[in-house]
């Protein structure tokens, strides 16, 4: 973490891709930052750059210009070999896909990270145990993913995703694959990740999703066109949702 | 509400309160900020209307006063009635589009950043929504409500995304 507190600090980001006439700005002047803690709801059509963005802050691609600091430290900038113990470490990726590991059960997929990170067998079946557990898999440690539902297998992506404690959990379209009781099921885990403290920043088409983040930002032709603070702007009062006659 | 009340009369007699109780149940968070006078106040104009009839019952010490509310036949064709209609709420989308229109053909205002404006208003009804849906267990008849509360202010954000994309796209619409 830095002086600031942001877990996150982007500084007049751009990311190009194609040449000439092809050429597109994915991402076109960016400006971020992200306390500790917070949960971040990125929202936009497809194509605004917002998949982009999140590689960028997650060390999986390289910006054209401008600065990207995780954790106080520039990554964009540091070598391959850095930015692999990076993503193995300091970030946490969740994919719509989820992208396990079809031959391991969940609770391998979920030791892997640990064990890849150096971390001994041990400590990874402790940490992967308490995880699964935590997110309401006990039962299915011993499954494979695809004796998994999609809701149970997001979760256990996302275990795989926190495993290491990264400093800040990047998700792309978490709940694009699943219907609304799996959605439930990973928004409660979200929920329970923020109130642990987790910096989480979400990519989504989900209003749903989105409503749930303390912080939406809306992105349009790889710009911010919008960034709203939700949390403690509502009410919390319910009676305005219904209307019900006499 | 007054449909309601008379539909959980059909089977049974009821007392007031208990009848409060239950909508209560079913409306779940919701309900919450039901108050007891509007239970009362509906069976006493259902009364007036000859739908059901009240008997003072013997009252308990707690709660002397007690009423045990009964369908008439005129209740209970009403109760059917109710059931067979197909009405549902219309969605009030009309005037937002007009003010956007208006505010255009006008230029009072930027019709985009009216979208905006209502977005986050929307988003942060679905937050409280969304919330509460949260919390409610997954058996819960309550929770189906706020789903279905959820799921219209989803389609809502979605209108005013397209009312954005078109809006933003052509700048010389009326």
């Known amino acids: 973490m830095d002086e600031s507190g942001d877990v996150l600090r982007v500084r007049d980001l751009y990311k190009e891709h194609g040449h000439h006439e092809s050429l597109v700005r994915a991402v076109d002047g960016i400006d971020l930052d992200v306390p500790t803690g917070q949960m971040l709801a990125v929202m936009g059509p497809s194509g605004c750059g917002k998949s982009t963005l999140l590689h960028l802050l997650g060390g999986l691609e390289r910006p054209t210009d401008g600065e990207v600091w995780l954790a106080g430290r520039r990554i964009d900038t540091i070598s391959e070999r850095g930015l692999a113990r990076l993503r193995r470490r300091a970030v946490g990726f969740v994919f719509q896909a989820f992208h396990l590991v079809e031959e391991l059960s969940a609770a391998e997929n979920v030791e892997l990270p640990v064990l890849l990170a150096g971390g001994s067998p041990r400590a990874a079946r402790r940490r992967a145990a308490l995880l699964l557990e935590r997110f309401g898999l006990a039962d299915r440690a011993r499954h494979l993913p695809w004796q998994l539902s999609g809701g149970q297998r997001q979760r256990v992506a996302i275990a795989r995703a926190v495993a290491n404690r990264p400093h800040v959990l990047l998700a792309d379209e978490p709940t694009g694959n699943l219907d609304t009781t799996a959605t439930l099921d990973v928004l409660r885990v979200f929920e329970d990740l923020r109130a642990a403290g987790q910096t989480l920043v979400i990519v989504t088409h989900d209003e749903r999703v989105a409503a749930t983040a303390d912080r939406l930002i809306s992105m349009r032709d790889g710009m911010f066109v919008d960034d709203t603070r939700l949390a403690g702007s509502t009410t919390g009062r319910l009676d305005g949702l219904i209307r019900l006659e006499d | ?174």
């Not at chain 2, 006063?65 to 549902?88: C, F, H, I, N």
């Not at chain 2, 937002?96 to 009072?108: G, Q």
């Not at chain 2, 942060?124 to 219209?152: F, I, N």
Request: aromatic letters at 6%.
């Open chain 2, 1 to 174: 509400m007054q449909d309601a009340l008379l539909a959980m009369l059909a089977k049974e007699p009821s007392y007031g309160y208990h009848l409060r109780t239950r909508l209560r149940r079913a409306l779940g968070p919701l309900g919450e900020s039901m108050n007891a006078g509007q239970v009362y106040v509906a069976l006493t104009r259902l009364e007036k209307a000859g739908l059901i009839v009240s008997e003072r019952a013997d009252g308990l010490p707690e709660r002397p006063d007690r009423k045990m509310y009964a369908l008439t036949p005129a209740g209970q064709q009403r109760v059917a009635a109710w059931l067979a209609e197909v009405s549902w709420p219309k969605p009030d989308l009309a005037d937002f589009h007009l003010k956007l229109t208006t505010a255009a053909a006008a230029r009072l205002a930027d019709p985009v950043e009216l979208v905006a404006a209502q977005r986050r208003e929307l988003m942060r009804r679905l937050r409280d929504a969304q919330h509460a849906a949260l919390a409610e267990p997954d058996d819960s008849t309550a929770g189906l409500l706020l789903e279905g509360v959820v799921l219209r202010l989803q389609a809502d954000l979605r209108w005013l995304a397209a009312c954005e994309r078109a809006w933003s796209g052509d700048e010389n619409r009326i």
